[in-house]
């Protein structure tokens, strides 16, 4: 690549995010002749590439279709070509980060939401009752990523009350250690600068359910109406999809935002970092447990329990962290043959404690 076209490639892609490492990472496609870009739309099969040339269509059947992992994703970085009909995405270059969630067929593989992401921003409505279980198992999610997690409460104004706020605040901050947690309300702009600010510095993907005003808030950012804005329940807080696909837009401030459907499912697909990252305080406490391997059950000298007795840390925490990790300990053993063996494993030692202590205990009653 001459200095000449670098500068034009520069200039066209920046605004998007490509910098000196991405152009290094496409230097072996640019002796092909192939062109970069950045994939802001991905629909049947094909996406929208913007490049060089401006915004291009091209078919991604050439990028392995059938793994769901591996498939090209909004957000991705591709090397594709100068024409032909179809034109083809050629390869994407290895991704800094990548959203995964686990499908909902019965084959449990996981499934690419968005690639190269530095802020997985969580919106959560304050139009309903809040679900600090969802937001965990979120940030568990956008944790594993490689993204740094926000959680935006959208629709602040329908929580006038600023002592009201700042508690429902400090619920999610304590359900998101290390979270910034940002109040927004779209419709009188507060918290509006301050999330900007996050998402200029980067890719944002934004995240939530269908309801949560995501592309309300994708709206203020972007200063116009690009995404269309449906009506939500009244009952529960809860909207029809007004995204249907995940759309990649550069953003006026600087930085890019990918909105992104609402998601009914989030299921976790090998997230056991993540989640110990969102349960950092129970990690750091189980550390003190006498036994290395304490389930936080009822063995002596746990820390975690001794945590809920004083009151340093909620029950519900915990209970929340055990469902998360059983859940991914689940989706990890239907893919890994030496897990399973592992778990079955620990089922028959644990069976064989509870045999013992029933027989234990019908002996003991016989002698009385």
Known sequence: MTSSSASSVSSALAPYGWDEAWAAEFAPYD?????????????????????????????TAFVTPHDPMRVVCTGDWVA????????????????????????????????ILAANVDHAIVAVSLAAELDLGRIERFLALAWESGAQPVVVLSKAD???????LSHLVQDVETSAPGVPVVPVS???????????????????????????????????????????????????????HTTTT??????????????????????LWDAETGVGQVF????????RCRFHDCAHEAEPGCAVLAAIETGELAERRLDSYRKLLRENQRIV????????????KDWKRKGAIGRAAMEAKRGSHWRS
Do not use: H
């Open 31 to 59: 002796t092909e002749g192939l062109l970069p870009g950045r994939v802001i739309r991905v629909d049947r099969g094909q996406c929208d590439v913007v490049t060089p040339d401006g915004i291009l269509r091209a078919d």
């Open 80 to 111: 594709v070509e100068p024409g032909g009909n179809p034109r083809y995405v050629r390869a994407y270059l290895p991704r800094r980060t990548a959203f995964v969630r686990s499908t909902s067929s019965k084959r449990s593989e996981g499934q």
């Open 158 to 164: 329908l929580v006038p009350d600023a002592v009201t």
């Open 186 to 240: 779209s419709l009188d702009g507060d918290g509006l600068d301050v999330l900007a600010a996050i998402v200029a510095g980067g890719t944002s993907v934004l995240l939530g359910q269908s309801g949560a005003g995501k592309s309300t808030l994708a709206n203020a950012l972007l200063g116009e109406d690009v995404m269309t804005v449906q009506a939500t329940r009244d009952a529960d807080g809860k909207g029809r």
């Open 246 to 267: 995940r759309n990649l837009l550069a953003l006026p401030g600087g930085g890019v935002l990918i909105d992104t459907p609402g998601l009914r499912g989030v299921g």
């Open 280 to 287: 950092s305080e129970i990690e750091e406490l189980a550390e």
């Open 333 to 344: 053993a239907k893919t890994d043959a030496r897990l399973r063996a592992e778990i079955r």
